[in-house]
Structures are given as C-alpha cells and as structure tokens.
T-cell receptor, first 115, second 109 residues
Framework: EAQVTQNPRYLITVTGKKLTVTCSQN?????MSWYRQDPGLGLRQIYY???????DKGDVPEGYKVSRKEKRNFPLILESPSPNQTSLYFC??????????????FGPGTRLLVL | KQEVTQIPAALSVPEGENLVLNCSFT??????LQWFRQDPGKGLTSLLL?????REQTSGRLNASLDKSSGRSTLYIAASQPGDSATYLC????????FGAGTTVTVRA
C-alpha cells in the first residue's frame, strides 16, 4: 500500500530535550516536506527536499533541522524544543516533475507537546 | 508571497444539499491547485488536483473549477452526505504549497 508513515504519532517532552520525528514513504517520491498545523494559522511549511541531499527552508524553519540521506526518509529534528513548538506535524511526499510537485500524500500526523 | 483565502470558514447544511466551497489566491502564476479533506485529528487526503492549464476536474460527486486569471477555485460537492463532514483545504502550488485555513463542513442528517 502506498503510504507516508510518521513516528511517533504522539509525543510529550520537556524543553531542551532533543527529539527526532521520523518520516518514510514507499512511493519513490523525489519531493518531501514537513508542515506544522496550528489553530488559526493553518498549515505552514517548515522544510522541504527536492531530492537526496537537497533541502531548503520553508516558511517557518527556525528551531528545526532536517536531513535527506535516503530518498525514502526525511526526519525532522528538534535540537532544543521549546513550548512554542507544540503543534501537529505532518510529513508529505510527491512526485517532482522538475517544475512542480504533483499530488501530495500526507502522513497521519505527529502531535507534539513540549512542556 | 502567495496568500490563500477560503470562505466561508464554516458551513452547515442539511443532507442532500449541494456544497459550494470557495478558494481565492493572490498570485496567478501557479503550477496547480489541490483540494484536500481533513478529518478531526487526522492527516490530509488529496481529493482533486487541477493543473494550471485545466479549467476543471471531476471525481464522483466532486467537481473543482479553476479560474487562474481571477485567482479563484471552487469545489462543488453534489448531494451532500453526513460522511462529507470534514474540513476542506485548498493548496496552491507556485514553487511550494501554500494552504488556505480551510472550510469546516457539517452535513446534518
């Protein structure tokens, strides 16, 4: 089954404790991205990657890191989480035509609470 | 910067009525536009993708139109059902996806 998986689905942590949210897709998609969703602010892109070893900042990259060592995986790293990073996080993937992405497939989401 | 607006923010209709959801965007230089459905606490499911060269796209009871020059798209859902209750998001792709805030739909049985 074609899918995007994220782990963990729920996470409670404390300020400053490094964490990683994993994302994996099995559709051989070039393009992967991370979003956060907050009430009243909608979905905002954190980072995106157009292929292996190619990543770039989205709209709200501060406090986050990513890496793309393999095509299927795109982990999101919070080196020193803070309470304002409490949010619902989504990973997404799509084919990339060279000029634009095609249909985006989203993971189920990771709900993060930073105390 | 691309701004995407969805009106109304919420909509409640009786079962069987047709739904009309609106999306407007400020920069018409787009590659495509997607409509998504999101159920509470869940991820997003892609409903329709319209390329910039297309005027509309249909899937079952869903029909989406695109008027790129005026910066508008409309999602029509025919003969609504309680199972259509969800939040509907439009996303515009210029070089990245920009999302609207969504329209939350309630279909009353």
């Amino acid at each position: 089954e074609a899918q995007v998986t994220q782990n963990p689905r729920y996470l409670i942590t404390v300020t400053g404790k490094k964490l990683t949210v994993t994302c994996s897709q099995n559709m051989n998609h070039e393009y992967m991205s991370w979003y956060r969703q907050d009430p009243g602010l909608g979905l905002r892109q954190i980072y995106y990657s157009m292929n292996v070893e190619v990543t770039d900042k989205g709209d709200v990259p501060e406090g986050y890191k990513v890496s793309r060592k393999e095509k299927r995986n795109f982990p999101l790293i919070l080196e020193s989480p803070s309470p304002n990073q409490t949010s619902l996080y989504f990973c997404a993937s799509s084919l990339y035509t060279g000029t634009s992405q095609e249909t985006q497939y989203f993971g189920p989401g990771t709900r993060l609470l930073v105390l | 910067k691309q701004e995407v607006t969805q009106i109304p923010a919420a909509l409640s209709v009786p079962e069987g009525e047709n739904l009309v959801l609106n999306c407007s965007f400020t920069d018409s230089a787009i590659y495509n536009l997607q409509w998504f459905r999101q159920d509470p606490g869940k991820g997003l499911t892609s409903l329709l993708l319209i390329q910039s060269s297309q005027r509309e796209q249909t899937s079952g009871r869903l029909n989406a139109s695109l008027d790129k020059s005026s910066g508008r798209s409309t999602l029509y859902i025919a003969a609504s059902q309680p199972g259509d209750s969800a939040t509907y998001l439009c996303a515009v792709n210029d070089y990245k996806l920009s999302f609207g805030a969504g329209t939350t739909v309630t279909v009353r049985a």
